[in-house]
Every structure is written in structure tokens, then in C-alpha cells.
């Protein structure tokens, strides 16, 4: 306190304060991390080639490269999961290929038809890089989510090699979740969960082992994070641990329609990996709840699909500066002196930052009749052989990946 008060006042207010306390304890609001402080967030300026979808960081450490992989096109690498490399701590960013340059043959079987692989996430445990992603049938939760596993991400490298573990979770017409969108993250003591979901209930969440990174038991999947009422728009968790809480990052409303896509991205926090997670006020992020983190603002539309590397957030929005293609954007998380985060990330350009350059794969109008694989690339919303793809998902969107 700055201000000097009587020891008797003194004693009332730390008794108010305790009771305070136990309250918030009581409805999940744990007090921040002792070692708090205050950091501000920075966003980082990106240029070069930034068209990504769900994007899975990689952040180089001591001048080492980074790393993006996201979700595949179907016209490139038979629709496996793409990477882009950074050799300037992710400011400048190239394409680099595809994880496979052809689908492993159980996926195509597991979900007949299947165009491309989606929202990928990156681990790395030990020696070994674990990447987790996902597949779909647009309008359906008959779903896989596979692991491949590699020593290193250099594909330069004589030991560069993805090698297909197989399924790890999977989902059907019969279930009530949907095994999309796989998420990270290990406990304190050192147990690794698998978050996962959107839309049917949720995000749901299962225990797995190392070294195999597969499924621990075959326990029903935990419930993390429901809106409670339909069509339970949230999907694309990330968890981000940080000075002994963990934070559950989702994305809620509609990705994948361009300039009116709607996602935007909320946080809980917990003591532990497998919740329960609760926003500032609070709320149970099983009851609707959730601490706004980024929403449209100006020329970048829908932010989502967030991922979370050595300090640094990345995730993908509209540009509404370029036809609403789906962009890469980067920041250095930021703390409050509460524990939780400093929503500086929203702005575009941070500190010194310069223009970022245009797409080079992205920016044509629609008028082009882009083919279906650019549509689903894209996400644009207009009347051409598009529309064909939004028919597919039941007139709602020409989606990427689907939701319901």
C-alpha cells in the first residue's frame, strides 16, 4: 500500500482481502503467478511468403531457423501439411514444400475423399519433433487425428525424414466431439494431454505417453472448454503454460469466409494442464466463458487459430487489405503484474516495424473463377466456381476445414 494506515484498519482490509481470496479460489479465479510482472506484448513485422491457415510454431532459439507448418492445399503435395521457414527470427518467411508428397495411405482410408490435412501442431519431447494434424470431411466429425515424428526440422538434414505413426485419436458420426484442431501441452509433471474439438461439444481433451506420443488410455475425453448453446462455435485450442498456470487460448465463431469470417479468440486460465480453466471473471470456460484476446480490428479479419512457441504467439487472419486471404501474423506474448496476458498484440505494426510486402500467392479477385483447391486455400466467399464449395459445407462456408 502507498499509503500509511492505523494497524487496525490495516487488519480489517488483509482479513477482506483473504476473504476475497478464497472466494475467487472458490470459482476457479487462482491468484497470479507469485513471480508475476508486467511485459509488454510486441508484435513482430512479417513479410515475404505469409499465406497460412492454422499455423503450428516452431521458434528458433539462438539464431536458429523458425518454423510454420500449417494446413495443406490440395493442388500442392497431394494436400499434406505445408511449412514455411524463417532465418531472421521470423521476420521474413519462404516456402519450403510439404511434410509428405503423398497422404499416408490409412488417412485416405479413414476419411474417404479426403482433400487436405488440417490445423497442424508441433511438440518437441526429448530428441524427437512430434507433429499431430488433422483430417475431416467437410460438414462431419468422421475425423482422424495423426502423428508423424521426426528427428529434425532441417530439411537439409541426412536424418530429415516424417516418419506416419498412425491415428491417434479419431471421431465418427457416433461420437459427440469431433478429433480436429490437436493441441499440446505437458503438466507439471510432465504428463502430455492432447486438447482437441470444435463445434459438437467442444474442446475436449485425452491423456498420451511418451516417447510413443499416442494415447495413454482410452478414458472418455475430458470436456475443457463448451459455449453451451449451438452450434457451440469453438474449435482451435492452444495452451500455453507460463509461470505455473496454464493458459486454454480457443477460437470462437466462424474461420474460413474471407472478409466476413467472424473468429476471434478467447483465453482461460487453470492450475493445471487438464483445467479447470476459468476467464478473469471467473467463468467456467465450460459455461461460455473466456477473457477476449483478439478480435477484428481495421484490415485483418478473424483472427484464430493460435499457436504457441517459446514465448511467441502466431496465428492467421483475413486480410481485407488483400481479397481476405488467410495471413500469418507473430507476437511476443505480454504479461499484466496479474498473470494475465497484455493485449498490445492487437496492434499490426509494432516497434520499428516496416510495411509487410503482399502475399505473392495470394491478392487475385474473385472474378478469376479460382479453382476448388484455391477456394478451400483462401476461404473467399463469392459467386463463381466457389460456390460450388460452400454448397459442399451446407451453403455455410467454402471452408478449409469444417466445423459441424
Known amino acids: 500500500m502507498m499509503f500509511r494506515r492505523r494497524s487496525k484498519v490495516r487488519n480489517v482490509l488483509l482479513a477482506a ?3 476475497v481470496a478464497v472466494a475467487g479460489a472458490a470459482l476457479g479465479m487462482s491468484a497470479a503467478p507469485s513471480s508475476a510482472h508486467a511485459v509488454a506484448a510486441q508484435r513482430v513485422a ?3 511468403d505469409l499465406v497460412v491457415h492454422d499455423p503450428a510454431l516452431v521458434a528458433g532459439r539462438n539464431g536458429a531457423p523458425w518454423y510454420v507448418y500449417f494446413t495443406g492445399d490440395g493442388a500442392i503435395g497431394d494436400g499434406n501439411i505445408r511449412i514455411k ?4 527470427d521470423g521476420r521474413t ?13 490409412w488417412v485416405k482410408a479413414a476419411v474417404p475423399n479426403v482433400d487436405n490435412l488440417w490445423a497442424p501442431e508441433i511438440y518437441r519431447h526429448g530428441n524427437t519433433y512430434y507433429l499431430y494434424y488433422a483430417a475431416s470431411s467437410f460438414g ?8 508423424a515424428t521426426n528427428t529434425t526440422l532441417d530439411p537439409s538434414s541426412a536424418d530429415y525424414k516424417w516418419v506416419d505413426r498412425g491415428p491417434v485419436e479419431t471421431s465418427s458420426t457416433s461420437d459427440d466431439f469431433n478429433a480436429i484442431d490437436p493441441a499440446i501441452v505437458q503438466d507439471h509433471d510432465g504428463t502430455p494431454y492432447l486438447a482437441f474439438g470444435s463445434f459438437w461439444s467442444g474442446i475436449r481433451m485425452v491423456k498420451l505417453s511418451w516417447p510413443t506420443g499416442t494415447r495413454a488410455d482410452q478414458a472418455v475425453p475430458l470436456r475443457i472448454a463448451d459455449r453451451q448453446s449451438p452450434p457451440n462455435a469453438v474449435e482451435g485450442a492452444a495452451i500455453v503454460p507460463h509461470e505455473g498456470k496454464f493458459y486454454l487460448i480457443v477460437s470462437r465463431d466462424f474461420c474460413c469466409r474471407g472478409v466476413n469470417s467472424t473468429y476471434n479468440m478467447v483465453v482461460g486460465r487453470a492450475d ?14 465450460l459455461a461460455d466463458g473466456g477473457t477476449p484476446l ?6 485483418e479479419i478473424g483472427p484464430g487459430g493460435a499457436s504457441y512457441s517459446h514465448g511467441y504467439l502466431a496465428w492467421h487472419f483475413y486480410d481485407a487489405d488483400h481479397n481476405g486471404v488467410p495471413t500469418l501474423a507473430l507476437a511476443k506474448l505480454g504479461w499484466g503484474a496479474d498473470g494475465w496476458h497484455d493485449d498490445r498484440l492487437r496492434s499490426r505494426q ?3 516495424s516496416a510495411r509487410r510486402r503482399a502475399p505473392r500467392d495470394g491478392g487475385r479477385s474473385c472474378s478469376r473463377e479460382r479453382p476448388l483447391h484455391a477456394a478451400r486455400l483462401h476461404g473467399i466467399s463469392c459467386r463463381t466456381k466457389v460456390g460450388r464449395c460452400l454448397r459442399t459445407a451446407a451453403g455455410l462456408r467454402c471452408g478449409i476445414r469444417s466445423g459441424w
Open 46 to 48: 512479417v513479410q515475404g
Open 294 to 299: 483478439l478480435a477484428s480490428k481495421g484490415s
Open 272 to 285: 493445471s494442464a487438464a483445467g479447470p480453466y476459468y476467464d478473469k471473471n471467473g467463468v467456467s470456460m
Open 350 to 352: 509494432g516497434p520499428g
Open 93 to 105: 518467411w519462404h516456402d519450403i514444400g510439404t511434410v509428405w508428397d503423398t497422404k499416408p495411405a
Open 85 to 88: 521457414r524463417s532465418t531472421d
Open 140 to 147: 462431419s466429425n468422421n475425423s482422424v487425428i495423426g502423428l
Open 17 to 19: 482481502a483473504a476473504a
